[in-house]
């Protein structure tokens, strides 16, 4: 009996002892997209409609800041002019779509909300409504597994069902060419002269269609065999530099994978160049900065893929957020990974999807490429509200570590609500270092404010039953001794419960910190921000100092003006991030009262300036805008 004890002591010594984070907020800093906290068709919750007033409160309330409202396969034959779409999971019929009223709601209700919108490339869109198979006619509409059959344009149905009509319709009859002058020719018509009067600061991101290495299946009635990579890329970069010479600030995102697989595969083809194979998304880029090279158009802003994992088991998802970055995980959902280098390599199971895109950024574009990552549609395989909010979490403490410019989930269940309001209302712009002796299972999230008088330290346990005691010790900020303020996600029941920022599943606590370190309970399956300030003098101080600051003009043109009342003769060093955190240009002034940057040279858009020195640490926004 003694030995049988003997055997299990060194795993309960391992699962009693305590975690360690270390938390050091002068390293790796790095501007917090907040385009990490979107989601998809929140506006247009199901096709053609848009949501009730009701929702329209709960998202500001949640703190949503990027909505993607192109609705993935129904963009790809989007036709603006008439405001209609063919859908592509419904007989090809085709139904009103109105973009540019949504587009008026939506910044009508939300002034400050990015939205989302996509391209057409695949050069054919709606046309007509005359031409739809009657579905109710057949079965009120109701959806079976034959919906899926390209009926539009005088079908006949396979009442066997699947997705094969006995006979197809005739797209010519519902559908009408559609070349890049035409997509891109919404530009004018929204933000030019007599046109919707949107302002363009709203909708930088724009997709480069959706989905194209399965347009053979999803747009099968007017692409029934997958074009060529090479014919993909030459219709990509007929729309990129219409897009480009239109309205130079946007943001071009592509090419908006389907998921694993498509990753690194095009259909059957094998790309190759001068003998030498290249697995999709490596192909894209290469063949994305040779053009860019040789034309000077800059032809991409944000690598943008979809992700669709199949895992069922909790433990399984709860590690699904290190497939983007964690060079060690071996992924049991391994599978397009394995035709990485043109045959079926077993010995490839891991991903690091983001990293590796990272790497191929570097290595086609150079070093200050400013070339974003997003994962704009995501899905996940789980009804349980907590499995759901601490991946979630996870997801956006590990995308805020790293600089990742956008996400917007496409499944959204019970659970992510609660946590991007944690996020996106609690956690501050900047990232800084965190690590924990037991990373895959408590990991620590940091953020503090651009003046550093703010921090606060998101911890997630990730343990499906055990409470873990943590120690959580900090350097490079100055912890107010004393309590500070907690909230908590914790045992989240079946059914939503958020309601807005004050009627919520939040629960409040606080810990008491000494020696710049505190200790902390976190339950199982829990998610814990801890809110601390720094010295109450050092904040007076800062605070004065920035209300001295003025920027102007804002919007701009040519020169930001920095004026201080102070006029204090010291260094200051003024840093321009593009508005995916990523800095341009950086320059130091002495502080006579009166300092600028020129910017005449940078494309149209949202930047962020930080102005730094001994006294002053302040991060303003500023439009550019050449029109």
């Not at 724009?206 to 290495?213: A, H, Q, V």
Request: hydrophobic share 35%; net charge neutral.
């Amino acid at each position: 009996m003694l030995s049988f004890w003997l055997s299990f002591l060194p795993m309960a010594q391992l699962l009693s002892q305590d975690v360690v984070v270390s938390v050091d907020a002068s390293a790796d800093r790095k501007l917090v997209s907040p385009y990490i906290y979107g989601r998809n068709n929140s506006y247009s919750n199901s096709f053609g409609t848009t949501s009730s007033a009701s929702d329209m409160v709960l998202f500001k309330e949640a703190g949503l800041r990027l909505a993607r409202e192109n609705g993935g396969n129904n963009a790809t034959k989007y036709n603006w002019r008439k405001k209609i779409s063919s859908h592509p999971d419904w007989y090809n019929n085709v139904y009103d779509r109105d973009w540019t009223t949504l587009s008026q709601t939506i910044v009508a209700n939300a002034p400050d909300m990015q939205v989302m919108w996509a391209f057409q490339l695949i050069g054919k869109v709606a046309s007509n409504k005359n031409n739809n198979f009657n579905d109710w006619g057949y079965n009120h509409s109701q959806w079976w597994s034959g919906c899926t059959q390209n009926l539009a344009g005088g079908g006949t149905v396979n009442a066997a069902g699947g997705s094969v009509a006995t006979v197809n319709g005739n797209p010519a009859l519902y559908t009408v060419d559609w070349p890049a002058d035409s997509t891109t020719a919404i530009l004018k018509h929204w933000f030019g002269a007599n046109g919707a009067e949107l302002n363009s600061g709203n909708f930088i991101y724009w997709n480069m269609d959706n989905e194209p290495e399965i347009w053979n299946g999803t747009h099968d009635d007017v692409m029934p065999t997958l074009l060529t990579a090479s014919a993909f890329m030459d219709k990509y970069f007929a729309v990129a530099k219409k897009a480009r010479a239109l309205y130079p600030g946007i943001k071009l995102c592509g090419p908006v994978c389907a998921n694993e697989w498509q990753w690194y595969k095009w259909g059957s083809e094998s790309l190759m160049i001068d003998g030498k194979y290249y697995c999709w998304l490596e192909y894209f880029l290469k063949k994305v900065a040779e053009e860019q090279k040789a034309t000077g158009v800059r032809l991409l802003d944000v690598v943008d893929i979809h992700w669709y994992p199949g895992e069922t088991s909790a433990t399984d998802i709860l590690q699904l957020y290190r497939i983007f970055y964690d060079k060690t995980y071996v992924y049991p959902g391994a599978n397009g990974v394995k035709t990485i280098n043109g045959g079926w390599d077993t010995s490839q199971t891991k991903e690091f999807i983001f990293q590796r895109i990272a790497d191929w950024l570097t290595q086609y574009f150079g070093e200050n490429h400013g070339i974003g990552i997003g994962l704009s549609e995501s899905g996940i395989e789980s009804t349980d509200a907590n499995i759901n909010s601490v991946l979630y979490a996870s997801l956006l403490g590990t995308f805020a570590n790293n600089g990742v410019e956008l996400y917007t989930p496409w499944t959204w269940r019970v659970g992510m609500w609660e946590t991007l309001h944690l996020f996106s209302r609690y956690a501050k712009n900047y990232s800084v270092s965190s690590s924990s002796t037991v990373e895959n299972t408590v990991s620590a999230y940091t953020t503090v404010t651009n003046s550093a008088d703010s921090m606060t330290v998101i911890l997630v346990n990730r343990s499906q039953t055990l409470t873990r005691s943590v120690k959580v010790n900090i350097s490079g900020f100055s912890a107010t001794a004393g309590a500070s303020n907690t909230l908590q996600l914790v045992s989240l029941p079946a059914t939503e419960t958020f309601k807005s920022h004050t009627n919520n599943a939040l629960k409040s606590g606080s810990v008491t910190l000494s020696g710049n370190a505190f200790t902390i309970s976190l339950p199982a399956l829990s998610t814990t921000a801890v809110i601390l300030k720094s010295n109450p003098t050092a904040v007076d101080n800062l605070k004065a100092e920035r209300d001295e600051i003025t920027v102007y003009p804002n919007p701009v043109k040519d020169n930001v003006f920095i004026y201080t009342q102070s006029g204090l003769n010291e260094p200051v060093t003024l840093n321009i991030y593009d508005i995916g955190g990523r800095k341009i240009n950086s320059v130091t002034k002495i502080n006579s009262g009166e300092m600028n940057i020129h910017v005449s040279d940078y494309e149209s858009g949202i930047y962020f300036l930080e102005i730094k020195s001994k006294s002053v640490n302040e991060l303003r926004k500023i439009l550019i805008n050449k029109q």
